[in-house]
């Protein structure tokens, strides 16, 4: 049994076959997907899905890169839904920084991070963190935002050792590993050898990232154990073992036990 933490099964590129891409999920031995939100777009799909499938469970936040000149009132509409029913959610996220494409507005994703992470310790919710080229600004906020009862995931990481033994200092953040980790010249594999077990995810950011022999195609939460196959190479554990750890953790970071029932992990 293993858990994606993070796949956007609502979009548009599942329109087609989302139903079979669950199937194939069920059948990989996927119990769990969890549904990052992205902007007020996002929400109506979202809601269907986890309406319809009780075991892909929704987050609700706004992504760094769809904050643009209308992100006051993105922000409001978000702060509504989420607070209008926060045991819905398995965390605030998709949140973060992300100064890749565009760095224009990172005044503004600075507040929104800040303010969604505030809302994260309120309502005693993790977070889902997206950093991309963007990490030094948002351990600036996470050094003043910082308390015991702030916890989350560093989605899709794919940071420096450096940056893993920064993280492991706020003591209640994972890791989460997808498919980059089978990328050939991504780096990534001699670095999760420094994440300590407790603190490993699995996730596949679906349709984004698929992992070998898959890329350069669409992913899907059927194609994590191909991560889970790299990383018994990389670790030199079984898959029972990282199944079980991976599990888990989600379980514990996300308190997965109140939105559904685990035969067990």
Request: with cysteine; proline share 5%.
């Amino acid at each position: 049994m293993i858990i994606d933490t993070h796949a956007h099964l609502y979009a548009e590129e599942f329109d087609e076959d989302r139903s079979d891409a669950l199937s194939r999920a069920s059948l990989s031995g996927v119990a769990a997907i969890l549904l990052p939100n992205i902007d007020t777009q996002s929400i109506t799909a979202l809601e269907q899905l986890s309406l319809s499938s009780p075991n892909c469970i929704p987050m609700m936040g706004l992504h760094p890169t769809y904050v643009k000149e209308n992100w006051a009132q993105e922000l409001a509409a978000i702060e509504t839904k989420l607070f209008a029913s926060p045991e819905l959610y398995c965390a605030v996220g998709e949140i973060g920084l992300d100064l890749y494409w565009d760095d224009s507005f990172l005044e503004a994703q600075k507040e929104v991070f800040r303010t969604q992470v505030r809302w994260a310790k309120e309502l005693k919710l993790p977070i889902a963190i997206h950093v991309r080229k963007a990490f030094d600004p948002l351990f600036e906020i996470l050094d003043q935002e910082w308390t015991p009862e702030l916890r989350g995931v560093f989605h899709c990481f794919t940071g420096s050792k450096e940056q893993v033994q920064r993280i492991l200092k706020y003591k209640t953040f994972y890791f989460g590993i997808g498919g980059v980790l089978t990328y050939k010249n991504a780096g990534l594999a001699e670095v999760v050898k420094e994440i300590p077990l407790n603190k490993l995810l699995l996730e596949t950011d679906a349709p984004y990232l698929s992992p070998v022999p898959y890329r350069g195609k669409r992913n899907e939460p059927a194609y994590l154990i191909e991560v889970v196959s790299k990383l018994q190479e990389v670790l030199n554990l079984s898959a029972s073992e990282i199944e079980m750890h991976t599990t888990q953790n989600a379980i514990t970071l996300f308190e997965l036990e109140k939105f559904i029932t685990f035969n067990h992990a």
